[in-house]
């Protein structure tokens, strides 16, 4: 298990790893990775990239269940902070109630729902932070949390789509597309998120 920069070397190496497409996009557009590989394939990953510290990880199905993805996550913790690192922000499917609870196990803090479209349906927001300025944002973040904060987040996502790859590491044209009506409508306050899936804040 190693940190590695995102280098050109690293990318083919991705691009020939077995990741969902929207995980292969942030790790080739994040600052740095901690990657484990097996046969010199890379079978995990676990990203930090954007001005946002966006943060995810993702682990080669038949390589689950064993423990990787905390060592991954460790090891990006420990590169958090020799970098000084404010905070790490992630987002998570409600499906995968695992990776939630894990993650809020290490201090990871829900922040709020988003709702893109019928399709797509919703994420919750996550920040991990290390110092008051990470402390500072989180509760600039929990004003999403609201009716009125989400409809801004929606405007603000759809404002700032051609610049979602410097912010989130996130390349524009993988982006879900939002459907406004749908978002608002469907609002709700990630405890009742939570709830829902028995993960408990």
Known sequence: ??????????RKTLRNSNFSPLFLDNCLNSRF?????NNQEIIGACFVGGLLNSNGIEINEEFRGKGLGKKLLSEILEECQKRKISF???VF???NAISIKTHMKIGYQPLFTFHYNKME???IVVILPFNKK????TSLLRLFDTRIGNI?????????????????????DQMPKIDFLYSVKNFEKVQKTLEDIHVIA
Request: glycine letters at 8%.
């Open 1 to 10: 298990m190693v940190i590695v920069q995102v280098t050109d070397e690293v």
């Open 33 to 37: 990775l901690a990657v484990e590989f």
């Open 88 to 90: 790490l922000v992630g």
């Open 93 to 95: 499917k409600p499906t």
């Open 121 to 123: 349906g919703k994420e």
């Open 134 to 137: 990470g402390r500072l944002l």
């Open 152 to 172: 801004f987040f929606a405007i603000l996502m759809s404002v700032l789509r051609s610049f979602l790859k410097g912010l989130i590491s996130f390349s524009s």
